[in-house]
Antibody, heavy 122, light 110 residues
Framework: EVQLVESGGGLVQPGGSLRLSCAAS????????IHWVRQAPGKGLMWVSR????????SYADSVKGRFTISRDNAKNTLYLQMNSLRAEDTAVYYCAREVLRSSGSYYFDSWGQGTLVTVSS | QSALTQPASVSGSPGQSITISCTGT?????????VSWYQQHPGKAPKLMIY???NRPSGVSNRFSGSKSGNTASLTISGLQAEDEADYYC??????????FGTGTRVTVL
């Protein structure tokens, strides 16, 4: 069974840092591109960042570019999101999501974690 | 990249059919056949319901169907059931960023 389990969320002050983790199991982690998607309280989904299978390529939403860094450790089957210079507007549930295999020629998220809540407040 | 436009809410009685629209541009919905739909119950993670405009993953009821015309995609739920009450989000591959999501639609079963 495919599983994605996020951790690392919590309360942080504006300007602070936090590192989220997403532990994967039940599939060949190193074969898949993985994304972070967030959802502010009562709001919709917003794509945040993605990393390709061998970590050679990353991409970020404009709102987090320069502040967030996505990375992965394929030996540990784990995805990370380092979040620096956090702002109140970064408050959200952060989900990791697996993108369908690139070889399929399609683009969608076929598995999601349960999410971890990040609250930025003084 | 602006969010795709969805109606805030749609409602229907059990057994009825409802349709949720998702309007984008030629740079996302209109430009690619990579529209997907996700169902999200309160406090839960999103669940894939439709991919590539009109394909259902294994295990998703055939009461859910998708379509697209120009820059607007649609999700239809037929034979509405109480368990269908949830938030629904469309998503599309986009030229300017890998993915863009819709604003979300709350489906209420009357």
């Amino acid at each position: 069974e495919v599983q994605l389990v996020e951790s690392g969320g919590g309360l942080v002050q504006p300007g602070g840092s936090l590192r989220l983790s997403c532990a994967a199991s039940g599939f060949t982690f190193s074969s898949y591109w993985i994304h972070w998607v967030r959802q502010a309280p009562g709001k919709g989904l917003m794509w945040v960042s993605r990393i390709n299978s061998d970590e050679s390529s990353t991409s970020y939403a404009d709102s987090v570019k320069g502040r967030f860094t996505i990375s992965r450790d394929n030996a540990k089957n784990t995805l990370y999101l380092q979040m620096n210079s956090l702002r109140a507007e970064d408050t959200a549930v952060y989900y990791c999501a697996r993108e369908v295999l690139r070889s399929s020629g399609s683009y969608y998220f076929d598995s999601w974690g349960q999410g971890t809540l990040v609250t930025v407040s003084s | 990249q602006s969010a795709l436009t969805q109606p805030a809410s749609v409602s229907g009685s059990p057994g009825q059919s409802i349709t949720i629209s998702c309007t984008g541009t030629s740079s996302d919905v209109g430009g690619y056949n990579y529209v997907s739909w996700y169902q999200q119950h309160p406090g839960k993670a999103p669940k894939l319901m439709i991919y590539d405009v009109n394909n259902r993953p294994s295990g998703v009821s055939n009461r859910f169907s998708g379509s697209k015309s120009g820059n607007t995609a649609s999700l239809t739920i037929s034979g509405l059931q109480a368990e269908d009450e949830a938030d629904y989000y469309c998503s599309s591959y986009a030229s300017s960023s890998p993915y863009v999501f819709g604003t979300g639609t709350r489906v209420t079963v009357l």
